[in-house]
Structures are given as structure tokens and as C-alpha cells.
Nanobody, 122 residues
Framework: VQLQASGGGLVQAGGSLRLSCAAS????????MGWFRQAPGKEREFVSA????????YYADSVKGRFTVSRDNAKNTLYLQMNSLKPEDTAVYYC????????????????WGQGTLVTVSS
């Protein structure tokens, strides 16, 4: 599956952004999906994941209660609604596809989008 993320930008602290990830190629519903981020000078970290059907959602503690992951299987699109943004949320955000339909999984993502930059100013 090929992935393309979009929706990043510059926002003030406390603001909101919605990221999108358009998928093409293999059946979108064959994959649990995830969001990851990488801040300058730091390793890539897990942000959120969602099962193929959308009924199982998982979040890193750092974003729980502020971010919401969702997917529209009819549109082959993954979303990440980010509210109450903080300067520490500044990072390049990547969408990823798991080779499984369910999350949690021991498998690592096997497809990655190109990343979209989110900058949160204080």
C-alpha cells in the first residue's frame, strides 16, 4: 500500500490541526494503521494506531485525550485530529500501515508515508 500524508502546518499552542493519509494500492482494510512522529534530534515515536475496522484505537500517553485517530475505509483515508497542541508536539508526522488487520501487534509497519511537518509555536 502506498501512503501520502498531508495537513501539517504552523499553528499556535492550543490550536488544532487534522492530518490526513491517503492510501492507494492494496486493500486499505487489510491493514491496521498508525501515526508516528519524529521531532528534531529525537527518534521516531509511536503516536496512535487503529484497527482495520476503526473499532480499536490506541494512543501514546503524551497525546491521549488530545488526539483522535479515525479512518474512512470508503475513502481509503486515515486521519489524526490534533487538539490542544503543545510546542512539544512539533515534529514530522508519518502515517504507516501494519501488515496485520489488528493492533496491538508485534509486527512493525511495512509501509510509510513521506511525512508532514507540524510546527506548534508558543
Amino acid at each position: 500500500v502506498q501512503l501520502q500524508a498531508s495537513g501539517g502546518g504552523l499553528v499556535q499552542a492550543g490550536g488544532s490541526l487534522r492530518l490526513s493519509c491517503a492510501a492507494s494500492g492494496r486493500a486499505f482494510t487489510s491493514h491496521a494503521m498508525g501515526w508516528f512522529r519524529q521531532a528534531p534530534g529525537k527518534e521516531r515515536e509511536f503516536v496512535s494506531a487503529i484497527n482495520w475496522s476503526g473499532d480499536g484505537k490506541y494512543y501514546a500517553d503524551s497525546v491521549k485525550g488530545r488526539f483522535t485517530v479515525s479512518r474512512d475505509n470508503a475513502k481509503n483515508t486515515l486521519y489524526l485530529q490534533m487538539n490542544s497542541l503543545k510546542p512539544e508536539d512539533t515534529a514530522v508526522y508519518y502515517c504507516a500501515a501494519y501488515p496485520t488487520t489488528y493492533y496491538p501487534t508485534a509486527a512493525r509497519p511495512n509501509s510509510w508515508g513521506q511525512g508532514t511537518l507540524v510546527t506548534v509555536s508558543s
